[in-house]
């Protein structure tokens, strides 16, 4: 009897599934509500200083999740938790829509430490990507503010960023290590 019960409600279950509409990500409403966004993070993600990180062409996989992280107190920000928490699931599905999709930028970087952050960069790539643009869940790095870069691999050092493979990575590099491929990731 139970068996049967279970029988007939998982197709019913799974109907109920395919039954509800999927709100596709909208980047036009992403544009809208990142209004409140563009103080720090600049017109068309493009931020002025290195305190605030560029969003332009940033994988939209990745920030669902920082915006999800700062919203559980994950990852901890207070000026992000508090922004963070103002939105729902569907304002970051539509921000993350509408960052990724802009034209990448270019923060630049410091031309005499850029050879030797190319020298070492190629323990990143397997994961954030051949020209570092990321891949889901794997962070753009290319274009992002040399400073801004630093202290997020700071972060995971002093573990007050947690992710298992980055604060392994940066157990392994120098300060003079993190501001090179910083100055190298900056530059593309
Ligand atoms: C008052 C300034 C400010 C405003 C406004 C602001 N942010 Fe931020 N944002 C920051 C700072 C500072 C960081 C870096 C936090 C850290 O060091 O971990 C950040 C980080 C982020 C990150 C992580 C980026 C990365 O590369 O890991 C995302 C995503 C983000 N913000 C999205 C948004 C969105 C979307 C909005 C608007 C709804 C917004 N922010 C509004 C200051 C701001
Ligand atoms: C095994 C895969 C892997 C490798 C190799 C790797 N990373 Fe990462 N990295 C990640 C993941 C995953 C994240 C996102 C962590 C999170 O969700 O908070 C990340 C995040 C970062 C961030 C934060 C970016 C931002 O916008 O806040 C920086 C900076 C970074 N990595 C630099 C590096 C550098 C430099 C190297 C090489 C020395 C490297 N990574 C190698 C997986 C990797």
Redesign the pocket.
């Known amino acids: 009897m139970n068996a049967l019960k279970n029988a007939l409600s998982i197709p019913l279950l799974l109907a109920c599934f395919w039954g509800a509409p999927v709100a596709a990500a909208d980047s036009t409403a992403g544009e809208q ?2 209004a ?2 563009l ?3 600049g017109p068309k993600g493009k931020s002025g200083s290195a ?3 560029n ?1 332009a062409a ?1 994988q939209s996989t ?2 669902v999740n ?2 999800n992280a ?1 919203k559980t107190g994950t ?1 901890s ?1 207070p ?2 938790q508090a ?2 928490g103002n ?1 729902n699931d569907d304002d970051i599905k539509n ?1 993350a829509a509408y ?1 990724s999709g802009l034209p990448p930028v270019s923060a630049g970087g410091d031309p005499a430490l850029v050879k030797s952050g190319q020298a070492k960069a190629d323990m990143c790539l397997g994961c954030h990507g051949s020209s570092a643009k990321g891949n889901g869940q794997f ?1 753009r790095l290319a274009g ?1 503010h040399p400073g ?1 870069l630093v ?2 691999l700071g ?1 995971f050092k002093e573990g007050m ?1 947690k992710n298992g493979p980055m604060q392994a990575i940066v157990g392994n590099l120098s300060d003079e290590d993190i501001k090179a491929l910083a100055a190298y990731f900056g530059s593309l």
């Open positions: 509500k990142s409140t966004c103080g720090c993070h305190q605030w990180p969003l940033q990745y920030i920082q915006l700062f990852r920000n000026i992000m922004m963070a939105l921000l960052y962070p992002q801004y202290n997020q972060h960023r």
